[in-house]
């Protein structure tokens, strides 16, 4: 009962003329960054993360929350209509919604993503406000032996889980690991990592690093394999749904609610997994089978809810514990580090106005998405055709313009530049993101947390060992490294009994 009240009170602040215009202002950029092909929430938050710097931290985290449904939203619609995921969630959404698309059922298939968004984020939403303050009052009891191996863990799901190469995978997250570290050691005061350039000593900046990799190494990637080809824009018309079309919508909107938010809540449970496996359940439960492959609504409805029910649900570890599970967590978690917000356990306590105010948001600017964005569908869908060197040009400007407004030092271009080249370096090679971005925000905060375990036992190891906690999360982090591996290796050596037998 107290946290509807406080939710309540959010909405007493956030329900204000001026900040709705900010909701409004921050979806309709969201959706219109997040259109564009090839940019995903993460590349359109860390692309106008520096924008909000003369805002005050409620005003800009309400703009943010606008942004992040937006750009989601637009993810959708590019792969519906253009058949290009803005980002690996969308991808089981464009198997189907490209397929109802090129049936001349655009409207239909935007429709229920919207409609999908809307509730699987509402719900979401209210179950981080019910969940999040409990995790949050646990978790202030959590020594700093337990927090360093939470966030050992959360890194270790990222890169041994997730991805294809494990081995590409912790590649990722050592270059990560050490661009955080450059800067000064917290204990000597001795300059690390920086080659004796002066201008790297407070670190390096994070809108810089993400702006970089994300903004200016995806616009390189584009460049090196752009295509003159002219797109294809699939008319859209009217998006609405039929009394059939709602029929087969509803439940899976409520399933892939079920399926995306847990795995969003999880450190490493992204929205990969739980788009597949509500792909995968509704292709079981449906009575159309045969649409399946051909334009099924279930396999639109279902995944898009469960991407966007992830999305909300990443809030749960980011705002409780201080620990980004995304690449979108982290440029959300760099926004919050520009105003001296520290999220983790004790956010809640210390700033209640601000995390409420922001919930709050979040419902309102999910309800100002579908208000604005069903009739602005056909609008946002001719953004497809802006030629891709126009585009990437402006994506280049934009992003140099961002990153040198941050400190106004051109020394800051030519970080951008290098961290650009990296991101198109690590694209080159199959080197995931997601490790990488983690590891330079996650590093310096085990770095705190494992010397504040080692101070308490005088230097000792067994420092980081001395919570039952902390022994448990070490157990598990063994059993995500080994167990994969030894089922890798059973069913190898199954295939091959399998194959001497045949012969």
Sequence with gaps: MDNLQLLLDGFGNALTLENLTYAAIGVV????????????????????????YGLEPTQSLIIFAGIYYGAMYGGSTTSILLNT????????????????????????ALATAAIGSFVAGTIATLLVALFAPSIAEQAVKIGAPSFFAIMLLSLVL??????????????????????????????????????????????????????GLFAIGESFWIAAHLRRAPIEVIPVGRPFLGREDWARSWKPWLRGTALGFPFGALPAGGAETPTFLSYVTEKKLSKNK???????IEGVAGPEAANNASAAGMFIPLLALGIPVTATASILLAAFKTYGIVPGPTLMTDQPDLVWTLLASLLIGNALLLVINLPLAPMWA????????????????????????????????ALLLFFGGVGFAVRRFGIPILPLILGVIIGPLMEVKMREALDISDGNISGLFNEGLAIGIYVLIVL??????????????????SEGVAS
Excluded: C, W
């Design 29 to 52: 950029i969201g959706t219109f960054v997040g259109v564009l092909p090839g940019i995903g929430p993460a590349m359109a938050l860390a692309l106008l993360l520096p924008i909000t």
């Design 85 to 108: 995921p803005g980002e690996s969630a969308s991808v089981m959404t464009a198997i189907e919604g490209n397929k109802m698309a090129k049936k001349g059922r655009a409207a239909q």
């Design 158 to 211: 990222v890169t041994a889980v997730l991805g294809s190469s494990k081995l590409r995978g912790f590649i990722g997250l050592f270059i990560g690991l050490t661009i955080g570290l450059v800067g000064l050691d917290l204990s000597t005061g001795q300059a690390r990592l920086t080659g004796g350039v002066t201008q790297l000593v407070d670190g390096v900046d994070i809108v810089v690093v993400a702006v």
């Design 290 to 296: 045969d649409e399946f492959g051909h334009g099924a």
């Design 382 to 413: 001719k953004l497809l055709q802006v030629p891709r060197p126009q585009l990437y040009a402006g994506i280049l400007f934009f992003a140099s313009l961002g990153a040198y407004a941050v400190n106004q030092n051109p020394f800051d271009i």
């Design 480 to 497: 995500a490294i080994v167990v994969p591996i030894v089922i890798d290796r059973v069913r190898r050596r199954g295939g091959s009994l």
